[in-house]
């Protein structure tokens, strides 16, 4: 069974400082990985995707993430954090060999970021 | 453009009424739909999710029911509310592998 850890209920990093949100992943196969952003009372915003190629994947909001197969994980980063930036962050994985066509996402229980002026 | 709606964004109901959520989407045929309902503002558990009309698979058993009487449309009901059904409801689909959430639907059930 896939799993996903956001080992972070909660990150506080001050505004134009750099942010790492962390995440680690459980799949058996080579696995598809994603991050979304919630903010209050919003739906889930997509940032970014791993599929295959680049370990270091680029998405909205100038944030970034880095695959690493050695270590299952995919942290979320952003050069210069801003108070924008505070949200509620979803880690993702979805096994590719899942089958059944139901294409299901797992997530982690988020992280919530807080960027501090 | 693809878009998804849900519909109400709010609703505060008694324990024991019925419940019924609605998920449209634009701009797509026969889209993978999910029922998803998020606690205390945190993690994300899948209630349910479907392929096609008429065609439901539960992940979790509980209290409510989903149904896909059109190609874009899904609904999430229950019979009876419960006090523990209160939460944040998100529908999502599926385009080129990647998830896509609707607003989500604020139940409080008192």
């Known amino acids: 069974a896939q799993s996903v850890a956001q080992p972070e209920d909660q990150v506080n990093v001050a505004e134009g400082n750099p942010l790492t949100v962390k995440c680690t992943y459980s799949v058996s196969g080579n696995p598809y990985l994603f991050w979304y952003v919630q903010y209050p009372n919003r739906g889930l915003q997509f940032l970014l995707k791993?599929?295959?190629?680049?370990?270091l994947v680029k998405g909205s909001y100038g944030f970034e993430a880095e695959f690493n197969k050695s270590q299952t994980s995919f942290h979320l980063k952003k050069p210069s954090a801003l108070v924008s930036d505070s949200a509620l962050y979803f880690c993702?994985?979805?096994?590719?060999?899942?089958?059944?066509?139901?294409?299901?996402?797992?997530f982690g229980k988020g992280t919530k970021l807080s960027v501090i002026p | 453009s693809q878009t998804i709606h849900q519909w109400p964004a709010t609703l505060v109901q008694p324990v024991g009424s019925p419940l019924s959520l609605e998920c449209t989407v634009e701009?797509?045929?026969?889209?993978?739909l999910y029922w998803y309902r998020q606690a205390a503002g945190r993690g994300l558990q899948l209630l349910f999710y479907?392929?096609?009309?008429?065609?439901i698979s539960s992940e979790v058993p509980q209290n409510l029911s989903a149904s896909r009487p059109q190609d874009r449309q899904f609904i999430l009901s229950s019979k009876k509310l419960l006090l523990s059904d209160s939460g944040f409801y998100l529908c999502?689909?599926?385009?080129?592998?990647?998830?896509?959430f609707g607003p989500g639907t604020r139940l409080t059930v008192l």
């Open positions: 701009g797509t045929s026969n889209p993978n």
């Open positions: 999502a689909w599926i385009w080129d592998g990647e998830q896509f």
């Open positions: 993702a994985v979805r096994d590719p060999y899942s089958g059944a066509g139901s294409y299901q996402l797992t």
């Open positions: 791993y599929i295959t190629g680049d370990n």
């Open positions: 479907s392929v096609g009309i008429g065609q």
